[in-house]
């Protein structure tokens, strides 16, 4: 479904960027897949496919995936279109019908109320949205959606996606605006091959796709050879099992393993895989839809490396707790492969059926394919009474956070409870998820009684993760030591390398370096974050040789890490393979020409290949698309500073600031410009606005003293850095900062 996008927010190179899907495009009402060479594959579509496999379709026909999208019509709408109210923030919306169509009465995008048609359904269960036709090729979804739970669950009701949020006409999260525009936000993951389709000159959009919903072929690939494989077999009478086309030669791009039956040893309380999994083909087929993640190439098959077509989003702040808990909604893949589960070989349809969807076993059932129940339903184990919700697996070991309102997702990092982590580092636990009234020491407690010799107290990497994230003392150790376990999950060690500094000690630094040499494709895409940290010439020197790697999210991350490494350090050879690299950089910037944050990145480019004038130009583009984009102002005012013009730059953060006052970076930006001027009353003032504004953010409250001790007031800045460390304990900077005002006089 079309996710409750965020607001956007800072730092500037990520603002915007991955928003609940990432990535999408229109259709067409009569859409067709784009032209093929004739020699490759083509789509053929469902209806083709359910003759030769008919129990696998009658499995999906119904399914979440069937389900994705649909044209709107008195089957597919699940919404109360008899003249049915609702009313938000001054705005009252009607849904009826008139001729058959589907209609919502709203405000527009101008802020009047007119007549909008529903072209499109999107999702069912638990919620179901609609999709509008706006202007150039646009398709916009309702910020209002229909709860398709039953009446005594809740629903059968409208309500509202952010109901928390006014956002009238001209706001990026008003149903017209960018944030719920279905061409950039989830298309891709609800239909079959689709095509974005922007035109950047004509700012509109021509999107295409195979099939309107999830089908057959965005799982198995196009199915043209296959069909062409199974008439010649049927033809010339030779015996194939049509049915599963699992013969290598069968026309199809990627080709499933056979689920391995999971069998228990003697005496062994869990299973274990009959054969070990010979390829992660079906994992990296879910994922694209399954993980938080930006699109960097269209026109992906199936069975594709993840990284050959799209860039994951790491454990990062916003989106996963320190302790790799799922914050915001993620999608699973990134959960899934910190677990125990995913290092013993489980895969997707050990659990979920690939064709409908729903799970092979109902409750415990499902946990007891692999859990002998006579260990892990026992009193002894869950520690509830028998029955009870609390003596669920789930309850402990998938822990569910609610999205969109009404959308329950279970964390499937199928972790123990660790509510001695939430004491000390203020994770979430199961425990008192369900037991709200109590703290977080009773259960760890509880926890540490009832498994004397559990992980209850042992080392876990969301300490280190923790740290990394406070840059708390000892930090870059920690986050080193974790990048280079073997034993720790890839996308663990990657995180852990994204939060090295270089600088901060040898440690980090060497952990860079060898992990840009990682086996691992993730660890080398964390490394690469890191390491622009170090200085041009070892960052030079250890990533080279990723702008050939055979993955095109680290060709794209080492050329964007390596683009403002003086020309003067490069061999010839190498200086080309970074203009090859930047040119496919380009091209995924490309497919987010819609998008502000895409300009903002062609805006650092050209600011690294030292075009000013050409950064200028994107800053405008990225104001064209989105007036509201607070980066592209600050962004613009930074570059006055860098060309000489420091004046102009005070027009630019006053207009960043009159669009989001509640924003921490625009007055520390202004601030600073103050401090240049010379203004140290006003500065003082905007400065102490950032640091109240991002407490959080321990550089805005050093900036906020300093500005206070040069005004000559040291016991007030003392008392801030005070203040500010109690809330950063261990923060270096912030330490340095306090014993050298001691020693001043």
Partial sequence: MLARPARPALPWLAALALLACERAAEPAPEAAPPAEPPATATFVGAARCAGCHAS??????????????????SESVRGDFSGARFSHAGVTSTFFVRDGRFFVNTDGPDGALAD???AYTFGAEPLQQYLVRLPGGRFQALAVAWDTRPARAGGQRWFRLQPGERAPAGDPLHWSGLGLRWNTSCAECHSTELRKGYDAVRDAYDTRFAEVDVACEACHGPGSRHVTWAETAAASGERRDLASGESRDSGLGVRFEARAPWVFAPGDAIARRERPLASHAELETCAPCHARRTTLREGRRPGEPFLDTHRPALLEPGLYEADGQMRDEVYVWGSFLQSRMFAAGVTCSDCHDPHSLALRAEGDALCAQCHRPAVFAAETHHWHAAGSTGSACVACHLPARTYMEIDVRHDHSFRVPRPDLSVAIGTPNACTDCHADRPAAWAADAVARWFPDGRSGTPHYGVALDAGRRRRPGAARALA?????????AVVRATALSLLDAGSGADASDALRRALADADPLVRLGALEGARTLEPGARLAAGVKLLRDPRLAIRI??????????????????????????????AALALDADRPEAHL????????????????????RALALAPWFVPAYVNLADLERASGRDAAGEAWLR?????????????????LWLVRAGRLDE????????????????????????????QGDRARARALLEAALARHPGDAELEAALAELAQKP
Avoid: I, K, N
């Fill in 56 to 73: 696998e379709a009658s499995l999906w026909r119904g399914s979440h995936h069937d389900l994705a999208m649909q044209r709107a019509s």
């Fill in 116 to 118: 909008f048609e529903v």
């Fill in 481 to 489: 030591g974790l990048a280079s376990d073997p034993a720790v999950p």
């Fill in 557 to 586: 991350d080492a050329a964007r890490a390596l683009a403002d490494v003086p020309a003067d350090h490069w061999q010839p050879a190498d200086r080309t393979r970074l203009a090859a690299a930047l040119g496919e950089l380009r």
């Fill in 601 to 620: 990145t062609l805006a650092a480019l050209a600011l690294a290949e030292g075009d000013p004038d050409a950064a200028r130009r994107a800053y405008e």
């Fill in 655 to 671: 207009r960043a600031l009159a669009l989001a006052p509640e924003l921490a970076e625009p007055h520390h930006a202004l601030g």
């Fill in 683 to 710: 500065a003082e003032a905007e400065l102490a606005q950032a640091a109240a504004l991002a407490p959080e953010d321990a550089r805005f409250a050093l900036v906020h003293a300093l500005a206070v001790e040069a």
